[in-house]
């Protein structure tokens, strides 16, 4: 078993063992364009399984500017998600997406995980 199936085992029993109590349903809508107005408009909401944490952490943000993060977002595999796109979390809030990290790459490029830091 090479590494990268191990993680990926690992990542597949954290998810099974997490889905019970510690996942919550988020709804992700990727950003889409802007309209006329210059608004943002993002493409049809896709309700995902993740390990939502609240936090008052330091982070660098995208563009490497130090904020406060109040969210930590885990989907336990490999989640597209860009810091224009818009995350409703479970309590209905809608929270700016500060930075999006990739995880461990598996041997074909792929994430494991996706971690999200809102703010």
Known sequence: MGFDA???NGVALADSLTKQGLQATVT???YA???AYGEPTWGTPTSRRAVVSTTTERIRDDRGV???ARYRILFLGNVTV???DKLTLPSGEVTPILRVDGGVLADNG???VTEVFCG
Do not use: P
Request: aromatic share 6%.
């Open 6 to 8: 191990l993680i990926r």
């Open 82 to 84: 860009g810091v224009r």
């Open 33 to 35: 364009s802007q309209n």
């Open 28 to 30: 992700h809508a990727a």
């Open 66 to 68: 130090e904020v406060l």
């Open 110 to 112: 792929a994430g494991f």
